[in-house]
């Protein structure tokens, strides 16, 4: 089963904060994704990648950063931190084929007061 | 742009009794449904997926058949169980999009005994 791993699983910072959220993969897959879940909205991409160096925006960008420095990680960048930003981000890998499913971290559920 | 819809937030149903939770979309491209389920605390995973015109594909007594003249993929089930309890998220993928889901709302499903 292809592993993803996500640190933190929880966070709490103060707004006008950074925050950064880390996502591993042993999967060796080329393409990374960060969603965020919240109620009533499903999962909503922000940004993912198609391989180390490369980022592309997503559906909610806004506010978010992201950084690919190899094929194993994937960061999630807040550089000013809202209270609209507390939600639960999920990091995911897949391949490359349309028809290859995601694997899903745990997911960091992300407070910020 | 690409969308996927699901209509019923929340279905609460007793054992035993058949279930279809409702999903259409919305594409000008050639398209790849899924099905993930989220268990309490955990992460998505993939429940089934299909690209193939009025075929019905299964997994673990779920079923569910893409209709590309009505852009639908409803899930089903027979006879739910208490551990069908979770939330289900159709999603959508073109065959071009190199790798980017977009998911419905999501649908929470509860089974009472």
């Known amino acids: 089963e292809a592993a993803v791993t996500q640190s933190p699983r929880n966070k709490v910072a103060v707004t006008g904060g950074k925050v950064t959220l880390s996502c591993n993969q042993t999967?060796?897959?080329?393409?990374m994704y960060w969603y965020r879940q919240d109620t009533g909205h499903g999962l909503r991409l922000i940004h993912y990648s198609y391989g180390a160096g490369s980022t592309e925006k997503g559906d909610i960008p806004d506010g978010y950063k992201a950084s690919r420095p190899s094929q194993e990680n994937f960061s999630l960048i807040l550089e000013l931190a809202t209270p609209s930003q507390t939600s639960v981000y999920f990091c995911?890998?897949?391949?490359?084929?349309?028809?290859?499913?995601?694997?899903f971290g745990h997911g960091t559920k992300l407070s910020v007061l | 742009g690409d969308s996927v819809t699901q209509t019923e937030g929340l279905v609460t149903l007793t054992k035993g009794l058949p279930v279809m939770l409702n999903c259409t979309y919305q594409t000008t491209y050639s398209p790849f449904l899924f099905w993930y389920v989220q268990h309490l605390n955990e992460a998505p995973k993939l429940l089934l997926k299909?690209?193939?015109?009025?075929k019905r594909t299964e997994h673990q007594g779920f079923y569910a058949t893409l209709h590309k003249s009505s852009s639908s993929f409803h899930l089903q089930k027979s006879s739910v169980q208490l551990s069908d309890s979770a939330l289900y998220f159709c999603?959508?993928?073109?065959?071009?999009?190199?790798?980017?889901?977009?998911f419905g709302a999501g649908t929470q499903l509860i089974v009472i005994p």
């Open positions: 299909s690209s193939t015109d009025n």
């Open positions: 999967n060796n897959h080329n393409n």
């Open positions: 999603a959508l993928r073109r065959g071009s999009a190199l790798g980017r889901l977009h």
């Open positions: 995911a890998s897949g391949g490359t084929d349309s028809n290859e499913r995601l694997f």
